[in-house]
């Protein structure tokens, strides 16, 4: 772990929570990879009859995104406890030597990355839902 930080947080070394979030940032992406997401892929692969196309694919693509997600804070590894979040990054791509604008940037990207498939899924669900008769249901073209 790279303790070279000067900013006077001392609890971080006395209660050992660096050594405990980094191995937890080595541990849950490997649980996601091997048990969530390839659980949530076959739930979806085999209840994809009971749902329409656009609401299927709006769920694979979220999937999708989240599986971005993780690949990408797993190479960031930021040290998520107040108040070093802002200032601390231990993966890859921060060692690389990237100005922090640029680190912001990817961080911010795989974030907002899942919204329009989410956003897409809601809208899907949303008219499904609805009556044909309802003044939101949007015409279908």
């Known amino acids: 772990v790279n303790t070279s930080l000067r900013f006077g947080f001392e609890y ?5 929570t660096i ?18 997401h390839p ?3 076959f739930t979806l692969y085999t209840g ?13 693509s979220i999937q999708i995104g989240l599986v971005i997600h993780d690949v990408g804070f797993y190479s960031l590894r930021v040290y998520v406890v107040a108040p ?4 601390y990054c ?7 030597g990237l100005p922090n604008s640029l680190l912001m940037a990817f ?7 899942n919204f329009p498939s989410f956003l897409s899924v809601l809208v899907s669900m949303h008219q499904a839902l ?8 949007l015409s279908r073209l």
Not at 84 to 87: R, T, V
């Open 84 to 87: 070093f979040s802002g200032f």
């Open 12 to 16: 971080d070394r006395r209660y050992r």
């Open 130 to 137: 609805i009556s044909d008769k309802n003044r939101w249901k």
């Open 19 to 36: 050594d405990a979030v980094v191995n937890l940032q080595w541990i849950i992406p490997l649980l996601n990879f091997v048990v969530l």
């Open 90 to 96: 231990e993966g890859w791509i921060c060692r690389i």
């Open 107 to 113: 961080v911010n990207t795989i974030i907002v990355a």
């Open 48 to 60: 994809r009859k009971n749902m329409t196309a656009p609401i299927f694919w709006g769920y694979v």
């Open 39 to 41: 659980s949530m892929l």
